[in-house]
């Protein structure tokens, strides 16, 4: 299974691999899932680390490297993914999710999330 990790999920596995759920965990740990991370998730981590916000620490090229070297697959942000977003109901007004959201639909991979609010969108979005 394809599956898009969401950024906090990323984070939490970068600082404390325990902070993520159980269920998350395991089909991270699933040699059999294909794992990828978003540009969008890296770009909200640099904005809101550059704002000083207490959970977004983690510094986004370290992050990367280290998503790389596990084996994650980088998803870029195209320009087919932007304008998918004003195909979304208004469920969610953050717009990294949103973007998320549209990659996730557009590439036909599911979303891995701890968002309940994003867990709101009908089809490709596991909870965990």
Same mark, same amino acid.
């Not at 998350?24 to 540009?39: G, H, P, W």
């Given at each position: 299974?394809?599956?898009?990790?969401?950024?906090?999920?990323?984070?939490?596995?970068?600082?404390?691999?325990?902070?993520?759920?159980?269920?998350?965990?395991?089909?991270?740990?699933?040699?059999?899932?294909?794992?990828?991370?978003?540009?969008?998730? !890296?770009?909200?981590?640099?904005?809101?680390?550059?704002?000083?916000?207490?959970?977004?620490?983690?510094?986004?090229?370290?992050?990367?490297?280290?998503?790389?070297?596990?084996?994650?697959?980088?998803?870029?942000?195209?320009?087919?993914?932007?304008?998918?977003?004003?195909?979304?109901?208004?469920?969610?007004?953050?717009?990294?999710?949103?973007?998320?959201?549209?990659?996730?639909?557009?590439?036909?991979?599911?979303? !891995?999330?701890?968002?309940?609010?994003?867990?709101?969108?009908?089809?490709?979005?596991?909870?965990?």
């Amino acid at each position: 299974m394809k599956l898009l990790v969401d950024t906090h999920l990323l984070i939490w596995a970068a600082d404390s691999i325990e902070r993520v759920p159980l269920g998350a965990r395991e089909l991270m740990a699933d040699v059999k899932n294909e794992l990828f991370f978003s540009v969008a998730s !890296l770009w909200e981590i640099a904005i809101k680390r550059g704002l000083n916000r207490s959970d977004f620490q983690v510094d986004a090229r370290m992050l990367r490297r280290g998503l790389i070297d596990n084996g994650y697959t980088e998803l870029p942000i195209l320009s087919e993914h932007v304008v998918a977003i004003d195909t979304l109901p208004p469920i969610h007004k953050d717009p990294f999710d949103r973007l998320l959201i549209a990659q996730s639909r557009i590439e036909g991979i599911s979303l !891995l999330t701890n968002d309940a609010t994003v867990a709101q969108y009908q089809g490709g979005v596991k909870l965990v």
